[in-house]
T-cell receptor, first 113, second 112 residues
């Protein structure tokens, strides 16, 4: 089952522009994470925001979380061609002693030089 | 990709054949996960293991099997019962005190 859904599915911008992608989820969470995937590679963790946080920054990344709307956004400022990748949000799910992440369907970002 | 290795990078399966994908980690992490990714899609959880000699089914376990005999290793077998195995398979881990997952480089499985 997929908890997070990203919007848009694909985004094409010019180098130097900002890129914003959104994630919506269905159930309550402890944290929400964003991952990046270059084509044909594994995922790399970018940033984690906890349910009691509203905004978090890491370099050119800015993540917001609105638990009342069950949504998050990832902003990449001053984009570069090297930012071209797919971006996924993931929410935590705990059952008994098990911990797992539920990933969204991803946003494919293309940054044109 | 950290201390997680997956092999092979590409794997070809014939009809009716079982194939095994390897995942090895040297991060000393307890939890390990197998995901399937179809083109242009997100990740779907196949199996996961929180500790040695224990594992649980994920959302799409049918046609797959796993074992966890060692902390470092979590191999995935794609059985002949999996009728549509063509996909990109990702292995991940996380430590007991962590919430983020670390991913291997993936194995692409193709059917001949």
């Amino acid at each position: 089952s997929q908890q997070g859904e990203e919007d848009p599915q694909a985004l094409s911008i010019q180098e130097g522009e900002n890129a914003t992608m959104n994630c919506s989820y269905k159930t309550s969470i402890n944290n929400l994470q964003w991952y990046r995937q270059n084509s044909g590679r594994g995922l790399v963790h970018l940033i984690l925001i906890r349910s009691n946080e509203r905004e978090k920054h890491s370099g050119r990344l800015r993540v917001t979380l609105d638990t009342s709307k069950k949504s998050s956004s990832l902003l990449i400022t001053a984009s570069r061609a090297a930012d071209t990748a797919s971006y996924f949000c993931a929410t935590d799910a705990r059952m008994d002693s098990s911990y797992k992440l539920i990933f969204g369907s991803g946003t494919r970002l293309l940054v044109r030089p | 990709d950290g201390g997680i290795t997956q092999s092979p990078k590409y794997l070809f399966r014939k009809e009716g054949q079982n194939v095994t994908l390897s995942c090895e980690q040297n991060l000393n992490h307890d939890a390990m996960y197998w995901y399937r990714q179809d083109p242009g899609q997100g990740l779907r959880l196949i199996y996961y293991s929180q500790i040695v000699n224990d594992f649980q089914k994920g959302d799409i376990a049918e046609g797959y099997s796993v074992s966890r005999e060692k902390k470092e290793s979590f191999p995935l077998t794609v059985t002949s019962a999996q009728k549509n195995p063509t996909a990109f398979y990702l292995c991940a881990t996380h430590g007991s005190s962590q919430e983020t997952q670390y991913f291997g480089p993936g194995t692409r499985l193709l059917v001949l």
